[in-house]
Structure formats: structure tokens, C-alpha cells
């Protein structure tokens, strides 16, 4: 099991708001605040990528770049240049367009394309939580090398739409997501405090796979220890220093994440699903479950359905 493919699928992530900006001169763009996570791409030329409790970005060609805190951005030429606000520059704007500041017909000096992504409201901390304000992934990195073809398509199809480019644009604005997210790992290592960085470590990246791929067990820190060739005291010291949480809590809180995707996408009752992920009753369950999530397991599925 893959718990970073595990997570993606249970925050039923949805991309929406894709565009293309072409730029020329000097030129800025503020963005109000957003929902959940959006990603960009400079295809061509530059531009800086500001947001608060991140130093500004210079991004050139074939760097991307992911915000994940929700908070207003801007993008420019130069971070002295006064910003335009972007409700003025994408007025009428159409999914599929592109927008153009400057350019007076003239070719761009900077291509930039954004996408948007929603997330399952009540699961979207677990990734939320532990992405920092802004991830920086510049061409030049050997992890970027991937991410270069999906670019290269993205800058065709943007430029060029033609038949199905709005589901071309999508797939690959998703793989260029999963694509940073690796790079991110990568470039953290072991050195983070939660469960993403953590996946780079051996043993505690083995615990977290076999936790996400039996959920329903009944762990004992122990056995996992032992799965991860660990002694027990050190494996939960690592854990803990790691994750960010002692393993049996991660364990419980991933649990309920799960029981919520069955209630998203199937007919299970409360009381099977409490019986299978270890609680006693579905009163036990319906507590825990309002606990992580911060609402009732029935109030969930009824939202989670909602057209």
C-alpha cells in the first residue's frame, strides 16, 4: 500500500480554476484566499510567487510550485511592482482561456499555469497539516526531471486546445501535483515532522504502509516494531519524532479517515464500520469519528453526497 496514494484517494481531490496567464512588462497579480491547495508551473520565462510565512520565489522555466495554507498570494515580475487584483484581470474568464497582462498582442516574456484543488472538506487537514506555506520545486533539481514531460504537454494543450484538452489539462495537472509532492519528500528527507517527510524513512515508512494498508488491525506498537525491524522502545520514539504522533493515536486517527471513505462511497452502517475498525458500539464509533473529523459520521455522509 502507498500512503501517499492512499491519502490523495480518500481527500476525493477534485482540480477546478485551471488558467493560463501570458505576461509581459512589468506586471503583478494579487489572489485572494483559497480553498484547500493550488499548484502552479511557469512554461515560460519567470515570475516571483509570494505568500505570507514563506519568503518570495523567483520561478523560472520548468520550476512548479504548490500553496498550501490558504492564504492570499501574488504573483509578478517583481515583487516592487503595485499588484492588480485578480478579480479585475480574470473578469469573464473561462475555464480554458488564457489571460493576458501586458502583452498588447506582443509575444509573453512569462507563461504561468494554475490549477486549483478541492479537497473532502472534513479529511483535508491530513494533508493540509503538514504541507508548509510554499513548496518550490525549481527545474534544475534531478526530482524536477519528471516533471518535465507533464509540462511540456501542459504548455501544448493550454496553448493549443483542442478535442478533450479540458481532461488532458486535469490528468496532467494531477500527476504534476503527485510529481511535487514526491519532490518534497525527497528534498526533506527524514527531516520532517510528519507523516509525508516521514515516508522517506525505511522503517517508519514500512509502519505507515502497513498501517494504511490494514487498517483494521489491531496494531500493537510491538508488531510494528517488529514489522520494522525495530526494538519497540526505539521504533516508537522514532515514530512519534517522526510523524508528529505516537503511533497508536496515528493509528486510530487513520481508522476513522478510513471508515469516513466507506461512508463517502458506499452503504455500510454505522454499526458494521464500528465493528470492523475495533469499536465496541457505534456510540464509541460516532464519538471517535466526530473527534477527528469534527462532525457526526451520519451528518458526513449526508454532505458527502450532496450534488
Same mark, same amino acid.
Given at each position: ?22 505576461? =509581459? ?40 510550485y504548490l500553496l498550501g495554507n490558504g492564504r492570499p498570494y501574488r504573483l509578478s515580475s517583481d515583487p516592487t511592482v503595485p499588484a492588480q487584483p485578480s478579480s479585475e484581470v480574470f473578469m469573464g474568464f473561462i475555464e480554458g482561456d488564457s489571460v493576458s497582462v501586458g502583452t498588447s498582442g506582443s509575444p509573453p516574456d512569462g507563461v504561468v499555469v494554475g490549477c486549483g484543488f478541492h479537497l473532502d472538506t472534513a479529511n483535508a487537514a491530513v494533508l493540509l497539516d503538514v504541507l508548509p506555506p510554499l513548496v518550490?520545486?525549481? =527545474?534544475?533539481?534531478?526530482? =524536477?526531471?519528471?516533471?518535465?514531460? *507533464? ?74 516494531? *517488529? ?81
Amino acid at each position: 500500500m502507498d500512503p501517499l496514494n492512499d491519502v490523495l484517494a480518500l481527500l476525493d481531490m477534485r482540480s477546478a480554476n485551471f488558467a493560463r496567464l501570458e505576461a =509581459a512588462g512589468a506586471w503583478a497579480i494579487s489572489f485572494a484566499g483559497y480553498q484547500h491547495i493550488k499548484l502552479g508551473a511557469v512554461l515560460e520565462g519567470e515570475c516571483w510567487v509570494e505568500t505570507e510565512g514563506a519568503p518570495p520565489i523567483r520561478a523560472v522555466a520548468g520550476d512548479c510550485y504548490l500553496l498550501g495554507n490558504g492564504r492570499p498570494y501574488r504573483l509578478s515580475s517583481d515583487p516592487t511592482v503595485p499588484a492588480q487584483p485578480s478579480s479585475e484581470v480574470f473578469m469573464g474568464f473561462i475555464e480554458g482561456d488564457s489571460v493576458s497582462v501586458g502583452t498588447s498582442g506582443s509575444p509573453p516574456d512569462g507563461v504561468v499555469v494554475g490549477c486549483g484543488f478541492h479537497l473532502d472538506t472534513a479529511n483535508a487537514a491530513v494533508l493540509l497539516d503538514v504541507l508548509p506555506p510554499l513548496v518550490h520545486v525549481p =527545474a534544475d533539481t534531478g526530482e =524536477a526531471g519528471a516533471i518535465r514531460s *507533464a509540462l511540456d504537454m501542459l504548455r501544448q494543450e493550454t496553448a493549443n486546445p483542442g478535442i478533450g484538452s479540458a481532461l488532458i489539462v486535469e490528468r496532467l495537472a494531477h500527476i504534476v501535483l503527485v510529481q511535487v509532492l514526491r519532490s518534497y519528500v525527497a528534498a526533506q528527507g527524514s527531516s520532517g515532522r510528519a507523516w509525508l517527510t516521514a515516508l522517506a524513512d525505511p522503517a517508519v515508512g514500512t509502519a505507515l504502509s502497513l498501517i494504511h494498508e490494514y487498517p483494521a488491525h489491531l496494531w500493537t506498537v510491538a508488531e510494528l516494531a *517488529a514489522k520494522s525491524g525495530m526494538s519497540r522502545s526505539h521504533f516508537a520514539a522514532r515514530f512519534s519524532e517522526l510523524v508528529g504522533t505516537p503511533p497508536l493515536e496515528y493509528l486510530a486517527n487513520w481508522r476513522i479517515r478510513s471508515a469516513a471513505r466507506e461512508l463517502r462511497t458506499g452503504n455500510r452502517t454505522l454499526a458494521s464500520l464500528a465493528t470492523q475498525y475495533g469499536y465496541r458500539s457505534e456510540s464509541a464509533f460516532s464519538h471517535a469519528f466526530k473527534r477527528v473529523t469534527g462532525v457526526a459520521p451520519g451528518r458526513y455522509r449526508k454532505q458527502a453526497r450532496l450534488p
